[in-house]
């Protein structure tokens, strides 16, 4: 085992079990779909600058064209909840204990109405 190639190996397997098929090429499929999405984010995107001699400034080059997110300056940020004051609260209305609307006693929680026969 120790001299045989990994693509023997491999390949030993998969005469042994064909299962293994669709799922190395479902496994192939995603990350080559993933590694084309990286590429394509990172040659496509307006945010990523890959040349900061030529274009230190990407975006003073936009068009009105293209497409881009501003953030708004004067917008606020909500204060966090435990900072803003609490108005006070009501007092609960009291409640009965659970079991105290029963007909029966409580000793005898298993006991039931007699049954009429005929």
Known sequence: M????????????????PALIP??????LGMGSAALYL???A???????????NNPEPWNR??????????????RVAPHPSSVPRPPSRPRPQREAWG???SFPSSSFLQFPPTIRS
Do not use: E
């Open 43 to 53: 040659l496509r995107s307006p945010d990523v600058c890959w040349d900061r001699k």
């Open 100 to 102: 105290t609307q029963c």
């Open 62 to 75: 936009l068009s009105p064209n293209d497409q881009y997110k501003v953030s708004p300056g004067g917008s």
């Open 2 to 17: 120790a001299g045989t190639s990994t693509g023997a190996r491999f390949y030993r397997q998969i005469k042994r079990h």
């Open 23 to 28: 799922m190395i090429g479902f496994i192939g």
């Open 39 to 41: 590429l394509r984010l």
